[in-house]
C-alpha cells in the first residue's frame, strides 16, 4: 500500500530555513520520482521541484534560490529544505510521487507551516 | 509560465446530476493534462491524466475531453463522495502549473 506522510514544524520564523520530511511506504525512491508541491492563500498550487528516481534534481526558478531537496532511500525518506522564509511562504507544503511524466499519482495529506515571528 | 484558468470557481449540484468544469490554458499543451480531486481532510488523488485517461480506480462517471488549450472534466451522473475541490494541472512544460480550483457543493 502507498503512502506518503509529511512532517515539519508547523510554525517557522521569518528569515529562517524550513525542513520538511516525506516518509514513504509501499514503493522505493529509486523507481519514482518524488515532488514538492505547496498551497499558499496567495498563490494556490505551486509545483516546487522534484528528485528524479536517479537522484538528480530540478526546482522551479521561482525557488532554486533558496530550496534544495534530497533524499535517503535508506529510510524512504525525502526531505525539503527553504531558506529566507517570508510570510507569504505559510501554506501547506505536500510531497507526491510521479513516474516522470508531469502528473503525480500518490500524495501525501501535507503539512501545515506558517511563517512568523 | 502556462497559465491554467479554471471555471466556474463554484458549483453546486445534486446527485444524480452531471457536471463539466472547464480548465482551459494559455498556450497549447497538446493533451498533458492531468484532474485531481480534493477531500477535506484527504490526500489529493489523481482522477485523469493525458486529457482523458482514467487512473486505475477513477469510477467512469468522470471523463475528461480536450487537447491543445481547452479541457473539461465531467462528472455523469453525480454520487455524494465527489463532491469536494478539483484542480487541473498541466505538464506540458517547467513549472508545472496548476488550476485555482473548483469547488463542487452538494445543493
Known amino acids: 500500500q502507498v503512502q506518503l506522510k509529511e512532517t515539519g514544524p508547523g510554525l517557522v520564523q521569518p528569515t529562517q530555513t524550513l525542513s520538511i520530511t516525506c516518509t514513504v511506504s509501499g514503493f522505493s525512491l529509486t523507481s519514482y520520482y518524488m515532488q514538492w508541491v505547496r498551497q499558499t492563500p496567495g498563490k494556490g498550487l505551486e509545483w516546487m521541484g522534484f528528485?528524479?528516481?536517479?537522484?538528480?534534481?530540478e526546482y522551479n526558478s521561482e525557488f532554486k534560490s533558496r530550496l534544495s531537496i534530497s533524499r535517503d532511500t535508506s529510510k524512504n525518506q525525502v526531505f525539503l529544505k527553504m531558506n529566507s522564509l517570508k510570510t507569504e511562504d505559510t501554506g501547506v507544503y505536500y510531497c507526491?510521487?510521479?513516474?516522470?511524466?508531469?502528473?503525480?499519482?500518490?500524495w501525501g495529506q501535507g503539512v501545515m507551516v506558517t511563517v512568523s515571528s | 509560465d502556462v497559465q491554467m484558468t479554471q471555471s466556474p470557481s463554484y458549483l453546486a449540484a445534486s446527485p444524480g446530476e452531471s457536471v463539466s468544469i472547464s480548465c482551459k490554458a494559455s498556450k497549447s499543451i497538446s493533451n498533458y493534462l492531468a484532474w485531481y480531486q480534493q477531500k477535506p481532510g484527504e490526500a489529493y488523488k489523481l482522477l485523469i491524466y493525458?486529457?482523458?485517461t482514467l487512473q486505475s480506480g477513477t469510477p467512469s462517471r468522470f471523463s475528461g475531453s480536450g487537447s491543445g488549450t481547452d479541457f473539461t472534466l465531467t462528472i455523469r451522473s453525480l454520487e455524494p463522495e465527489d463532491f469536494g475541490l478539483y484542480y487541473c494541472q498541466q505538464y506540458y512544460e517547467k513549472p508545472y502549473t496548476f488550476g485555482a480550483g473548483t469547488k463542487l457543493e452538494l445543493k
Open positions: 493525458s486529457g482523458s
Open positions: 528528485i528524479r528516481s536517479g537522484g538528480s534534481t
Open positions: 507526491a510521487r510521479g513516474r516522470g511524466y508531469g502528473h503525480f499519482d500518490y
